[in-house]
Structures are given as C-alpha cells and as structure tokens.
C-alpha cells in the first residue's frame, strides 16, 4: 500500500497509546517501527546503523550486520544480497543500496553549478527523476545528492557540485532536486531517498582547499548556510549527510547544536542522519577524538544514525554501551530513524527491484538533459551579433579545441556511471546537424554518433567542416598541433574553439590555486587571435574560469559547466541558433583569483567604493597615504567581477521597464506585489530569467547590498511586451538577528526587478 510521507505525529510516540489512535499512515509507521525496534538485539542495531561499501556482503547481510551498502554496481550483487537480507537474515530487514547519482545515472545532465545556470526547477526536478528512474532500475534506492553547500569560492573543486553562491537561489533548486528524487509516493520503486550534503558549511572551506576548517559565525550559518538546508527539510528530504569540515574547531560529525538542536528540534527532520565517508573515523587525524572509539562516541551522541565506512559503531557500540558512554536511547533512536526511512520507501513491502534496462538513455531522458544543457548554458558575449552562426553563410567551419570531442570531460565531475561512448560531443553533434560525412571531413577525424537526437532542419551537407583540436586536453603542454589550428581558422569563415577544463579538475578533493585554463590553452587563444577571425570561445568547466584576456580576444563565448551527455547537440543548437541562451552565471566570475571570496550578496561596508578612486596604474609616484580614497577596493582589479551573478545574454535583446509595487507601506503580514513590463525588442523568441533583488536599509546587523528574494523565466516572442508580477510575502524579509531571533525588522527596503544583479532602477517602499 502506498504510504506518503505525513510529517506530524497524530498521537504522540509511544506504542501502548497506538491501540487508541486511529489508524493513520504515521501510527501505522510508528507501530511497526516500534514492534520491529523492540525484537531487535544489540548487535541488530548496530548493524542497522552500519554502511558498508566492501566486504561479504551477503555473509554480512545474513548476520544483520548491514543497515546500508553503497558502491554495489552489479544488479545481480544486489538482488542476491537483499535476498540475504530479507530471507535470511533473523528479522528480514532489507538492505537500503546506495550511491552517489548526482548529476544522472546514466543520462548524464549538466553539472549541478550547470543545472543552477538555467534558473529553472522544473528542469532541475526533472533531471533528478530521469536520474531516480533509472538508478532505481538497478537496484538504487538511496542518492547522495543534492548538495546544496553555499559556494562562494571558485578555487574549492566540488563548487562544481553545487548550486552556486546564493542561498535562495541553492534552496529553490536543492527543493526541487529533493522533490524529482523522491517523487510524488515514497513507496513507488522509482522514488529514491535524497540525502541533503554536506551538513554544513563544507563550501566555506578556508582559502577553498577541500577538507579545510571553517569558520562560519552563527549569524552568517543562519543567514547564508543552513537556508537551503532548512528548505530541503520543508520538502521532506529523507536523509542529511554530516560534512568532513570542522566549523570554529568541532567537526561536523559531532556537533550536536547543528545535528539535535537545528536539524532535528527546529526542523522536525525524522529521517537518517549519515555520516560522510569515514568522517566518524577522520575525527581522529583532526585530533579530536584519540582513537575510532572515542570518536564513534561523539558521533552517536552528536546524532548521527549511521556511519559510513569507517566502521567503529559496530566495532566498539557494545563496549561505550558497557561503559555507559553512549546510551541505549541514543542507539533506539538511530536505528527508529533508519527503519522509518526504509518503511517510508516501501522496502518492507517491496525490497527488490525490476531491472528495466530499456528506460536507460530512453529518448525522452535525452531530450531533458538536452534542454538542461541548452538552458544552462550562458553568453558572456556577442559582439556585432557573431552569434548564431547562420548555417546558409558558413561554407567553411573550424571546429578547434581540447574539448571539442572530449566524450569523457564534458560529463563533468562525480559520473560513476554515465558512459562516455554514449556523449555526444559538440563536434559530433554539428557535423551530425550539418549533414558532414565522415569522408567528406577535411581532417582525420571520423566521428561516431552514438545517440541520435532530434533535429528538424538538417539541410543537406553544404559546410565543410574542418576538426583541429590544437591540443589533445585541456592540460596539454605540448604546442605542435597549434599551427595546423590556425592555419584551420585561417581556412575558415567561422572558427569556434572549445576550451575549458577536464573532468578530473574539478569535483572531491580537486582545488585548484589558478583557476586560469590549463596547458597551452591560453596559447591556442593567442595563436587563434592572430589571425584576426571572429573567434568564437564555448568553456566547458567545473567553476568559473579567470578568462578575461581570453574574452578579449574572443568576439563571442558561451560558457557551458560540464554539459553532460547531450552537451554537444544543445551547443550545436546554440551556435546556430535553433536554441537561445539565457543560462545566468549562479555564481560570480573573478577577474582574478586574488578577488576571492567575491560574491554579490556581501554586506554592506562603512566604506563602500564611489568608483572614482584611483587606481594602480595612474598612482602618482610617493602619492600620499590618503590620496587615493580610503574605500573598499583593488587597487589592481578595481571594483568588479569579471561577471556578476545572475548574468547572462541572450540572441534578442529584452527592455524592462522599472519596478513597481503595490503600495509604498506594508504591514508585517502584508504581501508586496511588485511588478515591471519587459518587452523583447529583439527578433528571436527567447527566454529572459527575471530576477528580484531587495535591500533592507538598515538593520540592527549589518544587511547584504542585495538579495535574491524571487526569480521567473519569461518567454516572449520578437515585440512581445509582458507585465511580470512577483508576489513576495513580507515575512521573506527575516533574517536572524545579533540575538539569534528571526524576524522582520521594520524600516526602508529597496527593491529591484532585473535581468542580472548589477544596478538598476530601483523602487522603495516600508515596513511597518
Ligand atoms: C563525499 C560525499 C559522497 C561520499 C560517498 C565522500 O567522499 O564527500 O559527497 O557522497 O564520499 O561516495
């Protein structure tokens, strides 16, 4: 029978008051956790509070010692351990399998930070249940994903995993990843468990190296960091997972103010609290616990239901029980945890799965993480329209770059299991949309296509195509193949270059102090300059790139973060036009790396930069000290970004008029009704991603210079004008204050509508 979820507890806990409640899906939950809980022994707990990733999984699965196993791949592994678990192990409890899906199963869609550029849920929700459907066809039940770590440092590699640097922004889309994960019934066999990571703070690692400590403060925790964390509780997420990072000197797997306190007696979270691997064991390299002992110790009694890998609840849980360092009740409730999201999924019901080796790359599957890549790619820039390319005028059509058929590099970080022989590539998918032969390419390359896509206006083969990469990856050292590029380009009457970055450097434990491109790539650029073509530049990244003098040498570059399966086909599309971008940058691009952290939403300083300081190359010699303004800002980078969040152009071009608002007072439980008139004066039919931004003057904290409070995709046809309402309840104005209360505070607000962070007209209005 399915059960959907039902968050509050119709007649409290205990199991002697079930007889007299109704019969309700909670009671009914707690029934069977309870009778199941209460048959359990010691060692059954443990196990259930046990993850395994290696080992005789059926032999341990037989014993009860096994709650959850990730990284089994082989479906047959599976079902035979579940048949272990269920029908031969003392109470039956299946297994809960699971893995890190996190971008795609199989179907790889873009990047997480590429899925955040469309600014838009339902593709994100999407994506996740294309990737729930076909993970749970081999047996998955459980994900690692979304991350929703707020990431406002482009050096941290596993900014790639996330949502970007903005909290509203990361709470929108984690929602929607939660909610395409687990679908509409908990109990369906294509709904899996999301696991909310890394909780929390893991993306304020100091100087962006992975692993490292952090130092958030309660009010920016509050205020930045544990937003989208809250809001993927409100929608039901299943389970959170602790984050390797210390934060101000206690490491997260043992922070009971953040694991009881906030997640469990603020939030209402039921669900399983799963360490990250073997953080439980790590606490002891970051010398906080003196062996695996104690260290398990402060992870039972800071709340973490189960640990993965690291193994030292089931090693050492009697013996702290014996001692009475941990207690009985704290196990009792892991282990309730644990089997309320096991009945919550059906397990008990249905533990096995049926293997559907047909929905894998299912076309429609391919169409979404087509559109995904499509919407979430971004135009930095298009000087005298060079962009799109028209498919009539090209007769000859360089095609440059490491990453122009790099199969494996555009899936991006975290594929386990996507497979690079089903990625089509951008030089597949051209010459696949412009009708080139094999034979008929001027080059060596023969290309394969693997995935057909749909296309509606091939046009027989009139453009000839010529393939050369320049440098074989984005690392590549080694210049030889640059002249026979330029001497491609030269040849050309378009040239567009692939650069970017690899897969591998980006993602776990892959920071990086340059964020410039790799190898000889600034080279190739150089080289390709010279021959004074309208170069067009298409990055494929994990992170924003310092790509500026880059830019400059480009007329045109779209920066797509790993597409994914279907990036060639939905950057083909772009470059000729059957697509347009509106893909916004969900985090700001430095100039350069010395600007970091640089993020939009920073608070507002006594000394604010008026833009008329001097700046270092016009720095009189021995000028004074006070000469120059005493403000914030680089004397060498000066005041901005290289792009600011929520950028990105469009083929048309969109006029939004200024922003208006119901009324100039509003009460504290009003509704603002703002409103602005876009028109698309262009002449494509485009998508143009309106965001609202607010600023609260004056606080009793410090407030950010803007915030991302509402955000719509609008899509108009050439000449259309639409009036775009937003209405955004006044209490979206709290914020946690110096005393840790969350409330509105009364005052003056500004307000902007705009398609982009950076200034615009603004409106003003009150509360009172
Ligand atoms: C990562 C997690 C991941 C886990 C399991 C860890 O190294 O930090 O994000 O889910 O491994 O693979």
Redesign the pocket.
Known sequence: MAVKYVKNIICGGSVLLMASCTETPVSKENAFVENLLSQMTIDEKLGQMNQV?WGDWCDMAKKGQIGSV??ITNINDIREMQRCAVEESRLGIPVLV?R?V?HGYKTIFPIPLGQAATFNPEIVEKGARVSAIEASSEGIRWT??P?VDISRDPRWG?IA?SFGEDQYLSSVLGSAMVRGYQGDDLTDPTSIAA?V??FVG?GAAEGGRDYNSTYITENSLRNVYLKPFQSAAQEGALTY?T??NDNDGIPCSANKKILKDILRKEWGFDGVVVS????IGEMVPHGFAHDNKEAGMQAINAGVDME?VSGSYVAYGKELLAEKKIDIKSIDEAVRNILRVKYRLGLFENPYFENNPEILYAPEHLDAAKQAAIEGTILLKNERNVLPLDRNKVKTLAIIGPLADAPYEQMGT?VFDGEKERSVTPLTAISQMLNVSADKMDGQYKFNVVNNYSNSNKVSGTTNVIFEPGLAYSRDKNKSGIPAAVSAARRADAVVVFVGEESILSG?AHSLADISLQGAQKELIDALATTGKDIIMVVMAGRPLTIGDQIDKSAAVLYSFHPGTMGGPALAEIIFGEAVPSGKTPVTFPKMVGQIPLYYNHNMTGRPASRTETLLNEIPVEAGQTSLGCTSFYLDAGFDPLYPFGYGLSYTTFEIGAPKTDATEYNMNGVITASCVITNTGNMEATEVLQLYIRDLVGSVTRPVKELKAFERVTLKPGETKEVTFSLPVSELAFWDADMKYGVEKGDFLLWINNSSLPSESAAFKVK
């Open positions: 990733a990730l990284n699971a890190d996190i690692f994903s991350m596993r995993e696991c990571k890394h893991y997972m984050s390797f990250d691997w073997a953080s993965m975290w776990e």
